[in-house]
């Protein structure tokens, strides 16, 4: 019964996790102003650069919602796997903690300290896009999954959005520009940051609902 209470709360404390980081980077968004005294654009910054210190007024919100998200979607993982259980929730388990630390992680070094913070959100976008296979590919062969066929849709959207930009993640160095370079003259269409979005806001979706779905299958 206790277990279960925790479980319980896992799905709170997940979706506890989802406003906060909506609102920590919607707020500093709004109030953005980059190198070029350019404010924010979705369709050509990188989410990272909220939270560039010197740059991003509101860094600090974006870091710090960063990284109390990041620890509020790593307990909700693991409240899920314990939910799944067996081998299925064992290796979920460690793939979701894995992802949620290392969103944690992102806010703790943020675009100053740009190779450490590249291989650490290489690290999430990797991680995601196994997270989101591996529970999409539960729920549609699992003989008794604990969770709804219906979130293997919101699951198989947040895969294809982590696969969509791996794919693309590494065009700019196969033209022979880093990214770095890139953010010096960007486009004002750039589909690396409009799928960074992408992958963001299906994340949040797939918590989200997945976290009230979960509660409704333990009541159940």
């Given amino acids: 019964m206790q277990i279960k209470k925790l479980i319980f709360a896992s799905s709170y404390i997940g979706q506890a996790g989802v406003l906060i980081l909506l609102l920590s980077a919607l707020m500093p968004a709004a109030f953005y102003i980059g190198r070029e005294n350019e404010t924010y654009s979705f ?123 791996v794919w693309f993640l590494p065009a700019p160095l196969e033209d022979g520009q880093s990214i770095s370079e890139i953010l010096k003259n960007r486009p004002e269409i750039w589909t690396l940051p409009i799928l960074e979005w992408v992958v963001f806001l299906c994340v949040m979706g797939w918590i989200g609902s997945t976290a009230s779905l979960m509660r409704k299958s333990m009541k159940n």
């Fill in 43 to 165: 369709l050509n910054h990188f989410i990272s650069e909220l939270g560039e210190i010197g740059v991003s007024p509101l860094a600090y919100i974006f870091n710090g919602g960063l990284i109390l998200g990041g620890i509020c979607i790593s307990s909700f993982m693991l409240g899920l796997a314990i939910h799944i259980g067996g081998s299925w929730g064992l290796i979920l388990g460690a793939i979701g903690l894995v992802t949620g630390i290392s969103a944690t992680l992102v806010g703790v070094f943020p675009m100053n300290q740009l190779e450490i913070h590249t291989a650490i959100a290489n690290t999430f976008f990797y991680g995601g896009l196994l997270a989101a296979l591996g529970y999409t590919l539960y729920v549609i062969f699992s003989s008794d999954p604990r969770l709804p066929k219906i979130t293997a849709i919101t699951g198989g959207a947040t895969m294809l959005a982590f696969a969509a930009f």
